[in-house]
């Protein structure tokens, strides 16, 4: 009889199966390829040959009196001769008169708020230089 409870053990060893267990691996943090970074715009390249002192920018135009405003950063006057200079403006002229809130003036200092005649169209943010 002792064989018979030899066979019913080996039997239980055969029978029982061991169950594969699956196991999460931790991903390790895989190497991303470095991002090119933005380029910055270029500088723009040097500036042409000054053309004489910032006066300020035209801040409004007129077309019916063709009449241009502008705060001024330097001061002007009567007979200076201007520069206009834009995407699509560029002209030279000589001042003929300034006004001050409608009263005409001969002179204007820096900080003054000014319309003048001009010769041709002019557009915002147009650079008014002195020649």
């Known amino acids: 009889m002792a064989k018979k409870k030899k066979k019913a053990v080996k039997k239980k060893k055969i029978t029982l199966k061991k169950r594969a267990v699956k196991r999460k691996v931790a991903l390790k943090p895989r190497k991303r390829k470095p991002v090119a970074k933005k380029r910055k715009a270029l ?3 040097a500036k042409p040959k000054e053309q004489g002192t910032v006066i300020g920018k035209v801040t409004h135009y007129f077309p019916h009196v063709q009449a241009a405003v502008t705060k001024l950063k330097a001061p002007l006057a009567v007979g200076d001769t201007i520069k206009i200079k834009g995407h699509t403006t560029d002209f030279t ?3 003929a008169s300034i006004q001050i809130n409608h009263v005409v003036v ?4 820096k900080g003054d708020e000014i319309g003048f005649q001009v010769n041709s169209r002019v557009r915002q943010h147009d650079i008014i ?3």
């Open 43 to 45: 500088a723009p390249a």
């Open 93 to 95: 002229q000589t001042i």
């Open 106 to 109: 001969d002179s204007a200092k």
């Open 129 to 131: 230089y002195k020649v």
